[in-house]
């Protein structure tokens, strides 16, 4: 039943993660916003939704080796796993505005995750520093629209189709259904995610950077395949380095405003190096050839599948 529960709140997690997002820029639509600053603000931060109520609500239940596990367990899914078979799909080629932008604050804010967690804890000035990058980030991105590939234009533009012609009622339904849908669906993800480590043996720091983190990372996986598929290649990376720069600076940052973050040295000493190795690996095998193939693509996720070998 516990298998069962946390399932469910999975999918009402991400159900809710995109009702929230439909409602929210039919809201935005109505009020005269347009698609990119749509794409920038409520798309980029909507998609980081579920992710960011799990942390939240693990640390407040005093559990921080979820909170921790969420985030850096879906940063290193999202290159290993979701990067990697992506890749075998079909190439994604790399644009030098990517590897200029993208992915040099991508590794910058995957260092300085790790440098502020050194200690132990990540407290309350922390994650006000780590938000207010966020905010920063996000400002630049406003008088920048062209720089990077961190949204892409069509695929807000067919978001913003999508919902221009729901009425106030229905918009304003789909974003307090998605807020009571995330809550809940974090309700359970979290609670049974405890329980089934409790009842097994088994860390919450595994069940954080296995289960919950790969459940959550579940959008990312299925908007690049199909990215790839499509031949929006630019679309796919773009999807992971940002998803990777938002995990970091907005939900931890938001969840240490909150509640200080414990940070476990087994944590230090295995997954943070897995996840800095997996950003400065993608490095080289982007810059060789300005593509992700099917050789790419193999090692990232042969890679991965090593990281849970030794993980598990």
Request: negative net charge; glycine residues 12%.
């Amino acid at each position: 039943m516990d298998y069962i529960l946390l399932g469910l709140g999975l999918v009402i997690l991400l159900y809710g993660g995109k009702i929230l997002v439909d409602g929210a820029s039919a809201i935005a639509v109505k009020l005269g916003m347009s698609a990119g600053l749509i794409g920038l603000t409520i798309v980029a931060f909507g998609t980081s939704a579920p992710e960011l109520l799990v942390s939240v609500n693990a640390a407040l239940k005093g559990n921080s080796d979820i909170s921790i596990g969420n985030v850096v367990g879906s940063n290193i899914a999202n290159i290993g796993m979701v990067l990697g078979l992506s890749g075998l799909f079909y190439p994604i080629l790399i644009r030098k505005s990517t590897l200029r932008f993208d992915y040099l604050i991508t590794a910058i804010v995957t260092l300085l995750f790790y440098a502020l967690s050194y200690n132990g804890i990540i407290g309350f000035w922390e994650g006000v520093f780590l938000f207010s990058l966020f905010i920063g980030f996000n400002i630049y991105l406003f008088r920048n629209t062209d720089e990077g590939g961190l949204i892409d234009n069509t695929e807000v533009t067919e978001e913003v189709e999508q919902v221009k012609g729901y009425s106030w009622v229905v918009a304003i339904s789909l974003f307090l259904g998605g807020i009571v849908g995330l809550y809940f669906g974090s309700e359970l993800l979290v609670n049974n995610a405890i329980k089934i480590s409790r009842e097994f043996g088994v860390s919450e720091r595994i069940i954080g950077v296995t289960i919950i983190a790969i459940g959550t990372s579940l959008p990312e996986l299925i908007t690049s395949i199909m990215a790839a598929l499509a031949k929006k290649t630019d679309m796919a990376i773009g999807n992971i380095l940002g998803s990777n720069i938002m995990n970091i600076l907005s939900i931890i940052g938001i969840t240490a405003i909150i509640k200080p973050i414990d940070v476990s040295g087994e944590f230090l000493n295995s997954d943070y190096l897995w996840m800095i190795g997996f950003t400065l690996i993608l490095f080289p095998l982007i810059r060789t050839k300005m593509r992700i193939s099917f050789f790419e693509g193999m090692i990232l996720f042969l890679g991965y599948g090593a990281y849970m070998y030794f993980l598990l």
